[in-house]
Protein backbone atom coordinates (compact mmCIF):
# COMPACT_ATOMS: atom_id res chain seq x y z
CA UNK A 1 0.00 0.00 0.00
CA UNK A 2 2.63 1.83 0.78
CA UNK A 3 3.76 1.80 -3.08
CA UNK A 4 0.56 3.60 -4.12
CA UNK A 5 0.97 6.04 -1.37
CA UNK A 6 4.18 7.47 -3.70
CA UNK A 7 3.20 6.81 -6.90
CA UNK A 8 0.51 9.09 -5.90
CA UNK A 9 2.69 11.25 -3.93
CA UNK A 10 4.95 11.54 -6.72
CA UNK A 11 2.15 12.84 -9.01
CA UNK A 12 1.03 15.69 -6.50
CA UNK A 13 4.51 16.69 -6.78
CA UNK A 14 4.73 16.75 -10.26
CA UNK A 15 1.85 18.70 -10.18
CA UNK A 16 0.14 15.77 -12.94
CA UNK A 17 -2.87 16.02 -10.31
CA UNK A 18 -5.09 18.01 -8.41
CA UNK A 19 -5.28 17.74 -4.81
CA UNK A 20 -8.56 17.29 -3.93
CA UNK A 21 -8.37 14.53 -6.73
CA UNK A 22 -5.31 13.25 -5.05
CA UNK A 23 -7.57 13.18 -1.55
CA UNK A 24 -10.10 11.42 -3.14
CA UNK A 25 -7.73 8.59 -4.13
CA UNK A 26 -5.85 8.98 -0.83
CA UNK A 27 -9.26 8.21 0.82
CA UNK A 28 -10.09 5.08 -1.25
CA UNK A 29 -6.45 3.72 -0.70
CA UNK A 30 -7.11 4.15 3.28
CA UNK A 31 -10.25 1.59 2.77
CA UNK A 32 -8.01 -0.86 0.65
CA UNK A 33 -5.68 -0.75 3.77
CA UNK A 34 -8.00 -1.37 6.47
CA UNK A 35 -9.55 -4.35 4.49
CA UNK A 36 -6.17 -5.89 3.78
CA UNK A 37 -4.99 -5.18 6.54
CA UNK A 38 -8.02 -6.72 8.79
CA UNK A 39 -8.33 -9.74 6.58
CA UNK A 40 -11.70 -9.61 4.96
CA UNK A 41 -10.53 -9.61 1.40
CA UNK A 42 -11.06 -12.49 -0.42
CA UNK A 43 -7.89 -14.79 -1.41
CA UNK A 44 -8.88 -13.90 -4.90
CA UNK A 45 -9.13 -10.04 -4.42
CA UNK A 46 -5.59 -10.12 -2.42
CA UNK A 47 -4.09 -12.00 -5.01
CA UNK A 48 -5.26 -9.67 -7.89
CA UNK A 49 -4.55 -6.61 -5.92
CA UNK A 50 -1.05 -7.61 -5.65
CA UNK A 51 -0.80 -8.44 -9.12
CA UNK A 52 -2.31 -4.83 -9.87
CA UNK A 53 0.09 -3.27 -7.52
CA UNK A 54 3.17 -5.10 -8.75
CA UNK A 55 2.08 -4.22 -12.50
CA UNK A 56 1.97 -0.64 -11.37
CA UNK A 57 5.46 -0.80 -9.74
CA UNK A 58 6.45 -2.08 -13.01
CA UNK A 59 5.25 0.70 -15.14
CA UNK A 60 2.83 -1.78 -17.15
CA UNK A 61 -0.17 0.42 -16.89
CA UNK A 62 -2.18 -1.76 -19.18
CA UNK A 63 -1.49 -4.66 -17.15
CA UNK A 64 -2.54 -3.12 -14.14
CA UNK A 65 -5.94 -1.60 -15.92
CA UNK A 66 -6.57 -4.99 -17.11
CA UNK A 67 -6.75 -6.16 -13.75
CA UNK A 68 -8.87 -3.51 -12.48
CA UNK A 69 -10.98 -3.97 -14.95
CA UNK A 70 -11.47 -7.42 -14.05
CA UNK A 71 -11.69 -7.16 -10.28
CA UNK A 72 -14.55 -4.48 -10.61
CA UNK A 73 -16.39 -6.86 -13.27
CA UNK A 74 -15.67 -10.17 -11.04
CA UNK A 75 -15.75 -8.75 -7.20
CA UNK A 76 -17.50 -5.63 -7.58
CA UNK A 77 -19.17 -5.95 -3.62
CA UNK A 78 -15.67 -6.35 -2.32
CA UNK A 79 -14.08 -3.85 -4.54
CA UNK A 80 -16.16 -1.04 -4.51
CA UNK A 81 -15.11 1.16 -1.65
CA UNK A 82 -11.41 1.42 -3.09
CA UNK A 83 -11.03 0.20 -6.79
CA UNK A 84 -12.20 3.50 -8.58
CA UNK A 85 -9.26 5.17 -6.42
CA UNK A 86 -6.96 2.63 -8.13
CA UNK A 87 -8.43 3.16 -11.45
CA UNK A 88 -8.22 7.16 -11.06
CA UNK A 89 -4.51 6.84 -10.50
CA UNK A 90 -4.13 3.98 -13.10
CA UNK A 91 -5.97 6.49 -15.72
CA UNK A 92 -3.86 9.54 -14.45
CA UNK A 93 -0.31 7.41 -14.61
CA UNK A 94 -1.29 6.51 -18.15
CA UNK A 95 -2.28 9.84 -18.99
CA UNK A 96 1.15 11.45 -17.40
CA UNK A 97 3.51 8.71 -20.14
CA UNK A 98 1.61 9.94 -23.41
Same mark, same amino acid.
Given at each position: ?????????????? &? $??????????? #????????? /??? &??????????? $????????????? #? $????????? $????????? /???? !?? #?? !?????? #???
Amino acid at each position: MNSLEGLLQDLVTS &G $AIERQTADEIR #KRLGFFSAQ /WND &GSLSNTVQSEA $ASLIQALMERNYS #K $ADSIQVSLM $ADHVSEVNQ /WLPG !IK #KL !ITVLMQ #KTH
